[in-house]
């Protein structure tokens, strides 16, 4: 379970899960004071995040030695109806490219993305 709670700054708010805790804010047009990432970049920091962990999980089961992964993820988020997500990943290793780039097709499918397209309702907690 996720929790965010307002700060004394103006939007800033923490948010855990219990054992971990960040903070958000948004940036000074809207009121913020730009400190910490807005609400979006966390979002599409998670999915960064999984796919880089999982883009390691594979290299790692298939005994592949590398020197780093990287991931870029950007948006477009002007039609919130039609949202573009764009993402890049470099495997930085001795490991032939048709082989970096099978993997990289494969992480793709990362749990997180694998939530971000699947259907979705939203309840209320009680």
């Given at each position: 379970m996720i929790i965010a709670k307002s700060k004394n700054d103006n939007y800033m708010t923490e948010i855990t899960d219990?054992?971990?805790t960040i903070f958000s804010d948004t940036d000074t047009k809207n009121g913020g004071k730009n400190m910490?990432?807005?609400a979006s970049n966390i979002f599409f920091s998670g999915y960064a995040a999984c796919i880089n962990v999982t883009t390691r999980m594979?290299?790692?089961k298939q005994q592949l030695e590398?020197?780093?992964v990287i991931v870029t993820?950007?948006?477009d988020n002007s039609d919130l109806?039609?949202?573009k997500i764009y993402t890049k990943t470099e495997i930085?290793?001795?490991i032939p490219q048709e082989k970096k780039n099978e993997i990289i097709n494969k992480?793709?499918?990362c749990p997180v993305a694998r939530m971000m397209r699947s259907n979705k309702e939203f309840f209320d907690m009680k």
């Amino acid at each position: 379970m996720i929790i965010a709670k307002s700060k004394n700054d103006n939007y800033m708010t923490e948010i855990t899960d219990g054992q971990h805790t960040i903070f958000s804010d948004t940036d000074t047009k809207n009121g913020g004071k730009n400190m910490r990432q807005n609400a979006s970049n966390i979002f599409f920091s998670g999915y960064a995040a999984c796919i880089n962990v999982t883009t390691r999980m594979v290299l790692n089961k298939q005994q592949l030695e590398y020197e780093e992964v990287i991931v870029t993820v950007d948006y477009d988020n002007s039609d919130l109806d039609n949202l573009k997500i764009y993402t890049k990943t470099e495997i930085i290793g001795n490991i032939p490219q048709e082989k970096k780039n099978e993997i990289i097709n494969k992480v793709k499918r990362c749990p997180v993305a694998r939530m971000m397209r699947s259907n979705k309702e939203f309840f209320d907690m009680k």
